[in-house]
């Protein structure tokens, strides 16, 4: 009988940690969601070059777009705006992939973007009224 290390509460990154797939092709079945997309990711994040098969292939250009990503690809943007001198002083901006997102009035497949209300400067001051309004309350309660 064959055993592992691993058992119930195991991860595929886990399972995969320290194997190099690269030169490695993969095709992954049901890869538009799921258990598919995240052995997807997984094998992608090890290096594996890996082809998606999928019946939705709007929800697999999401994926392929938005989740073959490694980690320190995935943590790029939000260290550039933590670190950066070129976003000294800019807030209340939407960024993905490293550049600031487009405003967009209607979401399209690829999930890129940003709704227009969600930089609305009337609802920014709105919410900026509510959250201090919850404060107080939250303070006089204690």
């Known amino acids: 009988m064959i055993t592992t290390p ?3 509460s195991s ?3 886990e399972v995969a940690a320290g194997i190099d797939l690269s030169g490695r092709r993969a095709l992954v ?3 538009s969601s799921g258990l598919g997309a995240e052995t997807a990711r997984v094998l992608a994040s090890r290096g594996a070059e890996v082809t998606l098969a999928v019946r939705d292939t709007a929800a697999g250009e999401r994926v392929a777009a938005d989740r073959m990503k490694t980690v320190e690809q995935g943590a790029a943007t939000s ?3 933590a670190v950066s001198p070129l976003l000294d002083g800019v807030g209340g901006r939407y960024f993905n992939d490293c550049n600031e997102a487009e405003v967009v009035d209607r979401r ?3 999930l890129h973007g940003v709704a227009r209300y969600a930089v609305d400067p009337e609802n920014a001051r709105r ?3 509510v959250s201090e309004a919850l404060l107080a309350d939250a303070a006089g309660a204690s």
Do not use: I, Q, S
């Open 11 to 13: 991860t595929a990154a």
């Open 127 to 129: 919410l900026w009224d």
């Open 79 to 81: 260290v550039l705006l």
């Open 6 to 8: 691993f058992g119930f």
């Open 29 to 31: 079945t049901g890869a």
């Open 108 to 110: 399209t497949g690829t």
